[in-house]
């Protein structure tokens, strides 16, 4: 990720670090995508609605769920884009026009989420809308200030925002890769009760999704040539997050592609 002017450049092994994790987060978040369509797909079409909660009758509800799908698959998709440094430099335009949908998303998905949170309802009762609210909230701040320093040309604050808001944007992901990785450390579910899906891991997973990767970031984004121990931090992410990734595949996202 070409985040950093070259006086603030880190050092390779946290550069390739990086690059690792990144190429993993890219692998699931395509798998993710590809479930999100054909789950979204399959409903729109009358078919089975997976996790898709289509509600009869719910006119509102049902377009503000289908607008928050479509944005999600639009974002995850753009995003794994958007932080490839060669079509930044190369292809200015679609990373300007890209930038711009991420954005339109980022705030429309955002909104039709808070609905679906708090007027749908949700499981694990008001410490995930909360917690959820609160990732909102981060999103819609971070697109702003992401918006506002690539209006003003400042491409540095905006790249460090447009990652902030790329974490925050894929909080939901983070949630289910780690879920799967805790139920494949623990083979049951500890922690939490699996009917109420309310429980002090839960509890914790709501914040963590986004507030964890957010602190991840932040170590990256300082890092300033220095960093073994911060690399051998993101190659242990790396391989956790694949493992959650193949977890999530196999559990949550594959037996509804099939």
């Given at each position: 990720m070409d985040t950093f002017t070259s006086a603030g450049r880190p050092s390779r092994p946290v550069a390739a670090a990086a690059g690792l994790w990144y190429l993993v987060a890219a692998t699931g978040l395509a798998i993710f995508a590809l479930y999100i369509g054909v789950s979204y797909g399959r409903a729109a079409l009358g078919g089975p609605?997976?996790?898709?909660?289509?509600?009869?009758?719910?006119?509102?509800?049902?377009?503000?769920?289908?607008?928050?799908?479509?944005?999600?698959?639009?974002?995850?998709?753009?995003?794994?884009?958007?932080?490839?440094?060669?079509?930044?430099?190369?292809?200015?335009?679609?990373?300007?026009?890209?930038?711009?949908?991420?954005?339109?998303?980022?705030?429309?998905?955002?909104?039709?989420?808070?609905?679906?949170?708090?007027?749908?309802?949700?499981?694990?009762?008001?410490?995930?809308?909360?917690?959820?609210?609160?990732?909102?909230?981060?999103?819609?701040?971070?697109?702003?200030?992401?918006?506002?320093?690539?209006?003003?040309?400042?491409?540095?604050?905006?790249?460090?925002?447009?990652?902030?808001?790329?974490?925050?944007?894929?909080?939901?992901?983070?949630?289910?890769?780690?879920?799967?990785?805790?139920?494949?450390?623990?083979?049951?579910?500890?922690?939490?009760?699996?009917?109420?899906?309310?429980?002090p891991f839960v509890t914790a997973m709501n914040f963590a999704q986004f507030l964890l990767p957010l602190a991840v970031l932040e170590l990256y984004l300082r890092a300033r040539g220095r960093g073994l121990v911060l690399a051998l931090a993101l190659v242990l992410l790396s391989v956790a997050t694949a493992v959650g990734i193949f977890g999530a595949t196999l559990g949550m996202w594959l037996p509804r592609l099939v």
């Open positions: 609605p997976g996790e898709s909660r289509w509600v009869a009758g719910d006119g509102l509800g049902n377009a503000m769920l289908s607008l928050h799908l479509v944005f999600a698959l639009l974002m995850t998709g753009i995003g794994v884009l958007q932080l490839i440094p060669p079509l930044r430099r190369r292809m200015p335009a679609v990373h300007r026009t890209l930038g711009r949908v991420f954005l339109a998303g980022a705030l429309l998905g955002t909104v039709s989420g808070f609905y679906l949170i708090w007027v749908r309802g949700t499981v694990g009762g008001v410490t995930m809308q909360l917690a959820t609210s609160l990732n909102g909230v981060f999103i819609v701040t971070f697109a702003a200030l992401a918006w506002r320093h690539a209006r003003a040309r400042q491409f540095e604050a905006h790249r460090r925002w447009a990652l902030r808001l790329f974490i925050a944007a894929n909080g939901v992901w983070f949630f289910r890769v780690g879920f799967m990785l805790w139920m494949l450390i623990w083979q049951a579910p500890v922690g939490f009760d699996p009917k109420t899906f309310t429980g």
